[in-house]
């Protein structure tokens, strides 16, 4: 007997009622094509394909996160575990150790992070952050939990110190007083320092925040003050006075000890170090101004810029080590920022490519007393990470394994391939490491601690950035890594700029012209394509020979006819009104700038950027094949491009933009179709227009149009003009003859356009390509301005009715609806939610193929959906997904094979056989608003889902996961659906991330196995996943932060230095710091927050099923409570009837014998 399952009848339900928002009863809104009930092809469907994929094998979480830690604020190393922690202004906290490890972890309040300090070799972090709040980490588990948390209430925190192997962090504020906190219970002692216990009675001004606090190397029971102004305290913890007191005229910065305990070094606002020594603290011991010039004796050195930190590290055979950020001299205005490290006489300057945020001395030992021997120094930039390596007289750099330089250059775009040819990572790799930067320490890198494996996740994963620059990083994203494998740089297909060109040729853009805006690579063919923000397409091909060539180049005018654009009169459809006087400004929006030239004479037919002329040295790896570039037309500059997609099988590449379509065949170099996108309309409309009395208008030409997310990033205003734009475009269910939908949809509702006849699309007769050697630099828009392909100028939408291309796909499909066979087609999706299928037809045979002329004519199937077109994607009749074919690779510089007998080898990627594939294919398209699922060749739509209303899709992708399909898409919303295909049912919809920066909507891709990423911040990537298999093996995954590690051992100190090195040995904190002796601190004074991983949090966070036990728990308490009250109350009740009952026996006893009358 079949199982009946309920929650299938519900989700048929669901999938087949008018109201939902997935339905299986849709027209098609294409030509001829009719409307599916419930119980008709669907239900057939429903029977063939057997969905595997069900809402248990969705859910969402955060895996890691790569790159650089955006805005750094604090460092701190734990020199037993070498493991190093970095914050940030976000309130983020990022924990690196060896390759792999790597953790990030994230303050709910988002307060900045003001100072860590490591327990060391405890496994354990404390945080200080900006809202005067301690927390306390555990890091003994993969993903970190905050223990306790304590808030300052009346006092901010300035400086925090814990000494090592302590149990008592000691706490310095801006009123200069100091608090000190149990690390254990994280509750304030009752000793604290007062600044005015602290300084002497006579001075009248206060000593500023405290900015030092560390205890004496020598006696432990002594603590070192630093106070702004420049006053330090050498405060007796038992006697509770200050032991003495330096006074300095200039600010200090910061302290450090000498380790023997008897000097400390301090760095002064003016550029300055003092050493000074307890024995005579009156005046310095020593004064330097290590930038300053020399002056004659008994005058002041100049002063510099301040020294923001020294660190001062002994060594046992050899000098010691004075190491400090800043103090340059003023007359030095444009030196980078410095480390300066003193040895000996030695006085070396690194200079740094960004400010210094902070930097720490690594050294060998733990213990504060004994002598440091530093072996590196970990330097933190506002934009990277360096670890200079100590033990080399020239002073080098570790080379760093973390992916840090991920926004060496801004990325632009993103692309993600998980589950790609295993050999590729080799390969890009073997390549890659050959251009590898030299000069850098042999020695390993010291940040060596934790540990990692690599799971149960072996695939190969590629991700692919794109940069502001024109450069190209390949990454192997492996197993929950990060390591660059190749870079490319397409600016080198260029001419370089000129210093003379400036503004004059520089319409389009102000800066980076070279900037990356579109990606699209084949793995299997290993062809790769890419668009730039200046209108070109490069296409690439990957060999392991170098060679010298010339570059091929193609120029393509892509032009409107915008005067054959005619406009309906206003009775008969009213336009737009016309808002520009209440908009911004359309051109500071869109950044062109006018269309003449400073000569005054108008540009035409002229490229944005000069190819190179003169043959080019390419090294193995990726080498430029074909360069094609939009022109200008008639002044106005070529619009960026929108769409973009290669079919290394079919020889044949595609792009678009707001103006039209430009298909190339790059195996004969040479354009066969560039048309604009109304013509793509015209040029197969066998039906006469109805006739309307038309009024030609002067029509805009668009900036940069897209429909893409304008709602989101634009005022109100723009909104609803949007709404009655879309509103235009959006069709209905019911049938619709094809001339009427022509005239509601191609034209933005408003267009016709007269009968014209269908021209022909053989290649030759294309408009002639020209190729040309003229330098044109065109410089890009800051900020954003590469992804305005996604936005669009707002005088477009009022004022424009042309109709950008924004998605491409090849594939083996049926062109026409009487098509029996499949064959090579182009799916064409624009902004208004059409369509197009335009059929290939390509030589039979490979020889034909380099010389036969390739013929594109579009098929006059058109599909309709709301909102612009975002992904397509194919399904055969088993509801499997279909790959578009492709060629297998072979290098084509290989000399080694003979040229006449190789064949292309062309992989089809079938399922099934052509024959066996019939009416059984599936086509998924998905648009901004809503999803569809066609059959063809009969054109019929099988499932509608209107994915969003109120919002609009970003990205959205067909991907593989567990052996089958989904649709997964990004809303501009935050939220992420996975829909099953084709049905479209939705399996996950969660409100994972709200658009807050463009950034993230320009970089959020999908890809297989249910993996995702973006660009959370500008130097830093998140990987996230959607699928439950890895959300629960994911700990598996991550590296562990804590290994077990047997502290070493402290050094012998020697029966003399033991007797008279002081007295820190016999030094009780518990004795001096505890309650019974210190007393309790005020309850005002701070709030103990206990956290989600301490066991008041774990028992607070407590629900479900969990609470209502505890709740039921605590009402049986309270009941057996009362009833021990009744009891008690009982029990008190029988003694006093006891006592009742013995009072009455005596009294009756004595009464016995008398008389009545003897009372």
């Not at 390759?99 to 060391?120: K, R, T």
């Not at 934009?383 to 100590?390: G, H």
């Not at 879309?726 to 022509?742: G, K």
């Not at 099953?980 to 970089?1003: E, F, G, H, K, W």
Request: charged share 20%; with cysteine.
């Amino acid at each position: 007997m079949k199982k009946f399952n309920f929650r299938k009848v519900l989700d048929g339900l669901t999938a087949s009622s008018p109201g939902s928002g997935s339905s299986s009863a849709s027209n098609s809104g294409g030509a001829g094509s009719g409307s599916v009930h419930p119980g008709g092809t669907a239900g057939v469907l429903r029977e063939e394909i057997q969905e595997s994929l069900t809402s248990e094998y969705f859910q969402i979480c955060k895996t890691v996160r790569h790159g650089f830690p955006y805005q750094p604020t604090a460092l701190a190393f734990d020199p037993v575990q070498k493991i190093l922690a970095i914050g940030t202004r976000t309130g983020a906290i990022r924990i690196l150790g060896r390759p792999g490890v790597d953790c990030y972890c994230q303050h709910e309040s988002g307060a900045a992070v003001l100072q860590l300090q490591f327990l060391i070799n405890e496994g354990a972090l404390v945080s200080a952050s900006s809202d005067d709040t301690l927390h306390l980490w555990n890091l003994r588990q993969k993903r970190p939990a905050i223990l306790h948390s304590l808030k300052f209430n009346r006092e901010r925190i300035t400086y925090c110190h814990l000494p090592f192997q302590s149990k008592w962090l000691y706490v310095g504020t801006e009123r200069g007083n100091t608090h000190i906190v149990n690390i254990e219970s994280f509750i304030l002692s009752g000793y604290v320092i007062m600044w005015n216990k602290a300084i002497e009675l006579s001075t009248k001004t206060h000593p500023g925040p405290v900015v030092h606090l560390s205890d004496s190397p020598r006696d432990e029971g002594k603590l070192l003050i630093g106070y702004e102004n420049g006053t330090v305290v050498f405060w007796d913890l038992k006697s509770k006075r200050a032991e003495l007191r330096v006074y300095y005229d200039e600010a200090i910065h910061s302290i450090d000890w000498h380790h023997e305990g008897k000097q400390f070094m301090c760095s002064h606002s003016d550029g300055s170090l003092t050493l000074w020594n307890l024995k005579s603290p009156s005046r310095p011991f020593q004064t330097t101004v290590p930038h300053g010039k020399s002056q004659r004796e008994g005058r002041k050195s100049e002063s510099c810029k301040p020294i923001l930190k020294v660190e001062y590290k002994t060594c046992r055979n050899s000098e010691p080590f004075i190491i400090f950020s800043g103090g340059l001299s003023y007359d030095k205005a444009c030196r980078r920022p410095s480390l300066t490290i003193m040895h000996g006489k030695a006085i070396t300057v690194l200079e740094m490519d960004h400010p210094i945020v902070e930097f720490l001395t690594l050294c060998e030992t733990p213990y504060p007393n004994e002598c440091q021997e530093p072996y590196a120094v970990a330097v933190l930039l506002e934009k990277d990470l360096i670890l200079v390596d100590l033990t080399q007289t020239n002073f080098p750099i570790f080379e760093n394994p973390y992916p840090m330089d991920i926004h060496e250059s801004p990325v632009t775009c993103t692309a993600y391939f998980a589950d790609c040819p295993p050999d590729l990572i080799l390969v890009l790799y073997s390549i890659g490491v050959k251009h590898k930067k030299q000069g850098y320490s042999n020695k390993e890198w010291p940040v060596s601690g934790g540990a990692w494996n690599l799971g149960a996740q072996t695939y190969p994963e590629i991700i692919i950035t794109g940069h502001a620059d024109g450069s190209i990083k390949f990454w192997d994203a492996s197993a929950m890594t990060l390591q660059m494998l190749y870079k490319l740089k397409t600016s080198k297909v260029f001419e370089k700029q000129k210093v003379g060109d400036g503004k004059q040729t520089c319409e389009i853009v102000e800066e980076d012209p070279f900037a990356v805006q579109m990606i699209y690579w084949c793995p299997e063919s290993r062809i790769f394509c890419v668009s730039g923000v200046s209108a070109y397409v490069i296409i690439y091909k990957f060999s392991r020979q170098e060679i010298t060539t010339e570059i091929v180049s193609l120029e393509v005018r892509l032009q409107c006819d915008v005067e054959d654009i005619i406009t309906p009169e206003p009775e008969t459809s009213p336009p737009f009104p016309d808002l520009s006087s209440q908009l911004p400004s359309s051109r500071s929006l869109s950044g062109s700038t006018n269309t003449v030239s400073s000569e005054g004479v108008t540009k035409d037919s002229i490229p944005c950027l000069s190819v190179k002329t003169r043959p080019v040295r390419m090294p193995p790896g990726y080498q430029a094949d074909l360069v094609i570039q939009l022109v200008w037309v008639d002044g106005e500059p070529p619009q960026q491009i929108t769409s973009l997609s290669i079919s290394s099988a079919y020889g044949i590449v595609a792009f678009g933009n707001c103006t039209g379509l430009v298909v190339v065949d790059f195996i004969q170099k040479t354009v066969l179709l560039s048309m604009g996108t109304i013509d793509l309309y015209r040029s197969s409309d066998l039906y006469q227009r109805q006739p309307r009395s038309p009024r030609k208008n002067k029509q805009f030409i668009a900036d940069n149009f897209c429909m893409r997310g304008l709602s989101n990033f634009y005022p109100d205003l723009t909104k609803r003009i949007r709404t009655s734009y879309q509103s235009l475009t959006e069709l209905n269910d019911s049938p619709v003859p094809l001339e009427l939908e022509r005239c509601k949809s191609p034209t933005s509702g408003l267009a016709t356009r007269t009968p014209e006849a269908a021209p022909g699309f053989y290649r030759n007769e294309m408009p002639a390509v020209r190729q040309r050697n003229q330098v044109h630099h065109l410089p890009e828009a800051r900020e954003n301005s590469y992804n305005r392909s996604r936005s669009s100028s707002i005088s477009s939408i009022d004022k424009d009715s042309k109709e950008a291309v924004t998605a491409l796909y090849f594939m083996e499909s049926f062109a026409r609806k009487n098509d029996s066979t499949v064959s090579p087609c182009l799916f064409v999706g624009t902004s208004l939610g059409m369509v197009l299928l335009i059929s290939l037809n390509l030589p039979s045979s490979d020889e034909q193929r380099f010389t036969e002329p390739v013929m594109v004519l579009p098929s006059g199937t058109f599909l309709s959906l709301k909102g612009a077109v975002l992904t397509f994607s194919c399904m055969d009749r088993t509801g499997s997904l279909m790959q578009p074919p492709y060629e297998v690779w072979r290098d084509p510089n290989n000399t080694d094979e003979n040229e006449k007998t190789w064949k292309r080898k062309l992989v089809m990627n079938y399922s099934t056989s052509p024959q066996e594939t019939g009416d059984h294919q599936y086509t998924i398209i998905c648009s901004e608003k809503q999803a569809k699922v066609f059959s063809l060749p009969s054109q019929t739509c099988l499932y509608v889902h209107n994915i969003t209303e109120t919002s609009f899709i970003l990205q959205a992708e067909v991907v593989g996961m567990c052996n089958s399909a989904c649709l997964a898409c990004f809303c501009a919303n935050g939220h992420i659906m996975i829909m099953s295909l084709p049905s479209l049912r939705p399996m996950l919809d969660v409100n994972y991330l709200p658009l807050t920066d463009m950034r993230i909507a320009r970089t959020f891709c999908f890809t297989n196995e249910g993996q995702a990423l973006y660009l959370v911040s500008p130097t830093e990537i998140q990987r996230l996943t959607y699928s439950q298999e890895m959300c629960d093996n994911i700990q598996d995954m991550l590296g562990d932060l804590f290994t077990p590690i047997e502290t070493p051992e402290a050094q012998n100190r020697g029966f003399l230095k033991g007797l008279f090195g002081g007295s820190g040995q016999t030094f009780d904190r518990e004795e001096l710091f505890g309650e019974a002796t210190a007393g309790k601190a005020s309850r005002s004074l701070a709030q103990h927050i206990p956290g989600p991983g301490s066991i008041e949090g774990v028992k607070g966070a407590a629900g479900g099923v969990m609470g209502e036990l505890t709740r039921a728990r605590i009402a049986l308490d309270e009941r057996g409570q009362r009833l021990g009250e009744l009891e008690e109350k009982t029990a008190g009740m029988m003694t006093s009837a006891e006592a009742f009952s013995k009072h009455a026996h005596e009294l009756m006893l004595k009464y016995k014998d008398k008389k009545w009358y003897q009372f």
